[in-house]
């Protein structure tokens, strides 16, 4: 197999990991209907938690970072250093833009938090570090998420992360703040809800 055909298959494995809903799967599974019609209308694990299911959503959270770790691992195997970054970022295109829900889908922490991990876990440990200070501090999801990755591609800089990391840290951080334009804009006019908030 050449390495073009490598990176195709790797392109496409990783995005139809990464479009798997397991957000809606586990709320529809659970019988409570379609996380889509309440709150942000996202697939995602803070969207499920306004369920007040808080299993649901660290099992949205496991496994939606899973299919980020996996689509990295995957990449690595069939296409080397390119398929690490192809394979990651095709894993939180999925998520971001799934072809089964009409490419509406979730805001790319959890995939985009896997990713790092498979790729270089000490600048994924860091992220959540800065996830977890922000979210005990400020109780705001959305600011957790973009601080988290703003902070992945310096901290990909400063540990000196090996190729491709820095560059899937810039691209997946630029994918989750274009995802979070709505939040931005509701942060900016001081609505942004808490977590654990219904809406």
Same mark, same amino acid.
């Given at each position: 197999?050449?390495?073009?055909?490598?990176?195709?298959?790797?392109? @496409?494995?990783?995005? =139809? *990991? %990464?479009?798997?809903?397991? /957000?809606?799967?586990?709320?529809?599974?659970? +019988? #409570?209907?379609? &996380?889509?019609?309440?709150?942000?209308?996202?697939?995602?694990?803070?969207?499920?938690?306004?369920?007040?299911?808080?299993?649901?959503?660290?099992?949205?959270?496991?496994?939606?970072?899973?299919?980020? @770790?996996?689509?990295? =691992? *995957? %990449?690595?195997?069939?296409? /080397?250093?390119?398929?690490?970054?192809?394979? +990651? #970022?095709?894993? &939180?295109?999925?998520?971001?833009?799934?072809?089964?829900?009409?490419?509406?889908?979730?805001?790319?922490?959890?995939?985009?938090?896997?990713?790092?991990?498979?790729?270089?876990?000490?600048?994924?440990?860091?992220?959540?570090?800065?996830?977890?200070?922000?979210?005990?501090?400020?109780?705001?999801?959305?600011?957790? +998420? #973009?601080?988290?990755?703003?902070?992945?591609?310096?901290?990909?800089w400063l540990l000196q992360a090996p190729q491709?990391?820095?560059?899937?840290s810039l691209a997946v951080a630029a994918f989750?703040?274009?995802?979070?334009?709505?939040?931005?804009?509701?942060?900016?006019?001081?609505?942004?809800?808490?977590?654990?908030?219904k809406k």
């Open positions: 197999m050449t390495l073009e055909t490598a990176i195709t298959l790797t392109i @496409v494995l990783g995005y =139809l *990991l %990464g479009s798997i809903p397991f /957000g809606l799967l586990l709320t529809k599974a659970a +019988g #409570l209907g379609d &996380v889509r019609k309440i709150g942000s209308g996202s697939i995602g694990a803070t969207n499920v938690l306004r369920t007040g299911r808080k299993g649901l959503a660290a099992a949205t959270v496991l496994l939606d970072g899973g299919k980020g @770790v996996v689509a990295v =691992l *995957l %990449g690595g195997m069939l296409a /080397g250093v390119p398929g690490v970054f192809f394979g +990651g #970022l095709a894993s &939180v295109l999925g998520h971001l833009y799934p072809v089964w829900l009409k490419f509406r889908g979730g805001k790319g922490v959890a995939t985009g938090l896997g990713v790092l991990i498979a790729a270089s876990w000490p600048v994924a440990l860091g992220c959540c570090l800065v996830w977890l200070a922000s979210a005990a501090l400020l109780r705001i999801s959305s600011v957790s +998420g #973009l601080l988290a990755f703003a902070a992945a591609p310096i901290l990909a491709p990391v820095l560059g899937l989750v703040f274009l995802r979070h334009k709505d939040n931005i804009a509701r942060l900016l006019k001081g609505t942004e809800p808490r977590i654990g908030a």
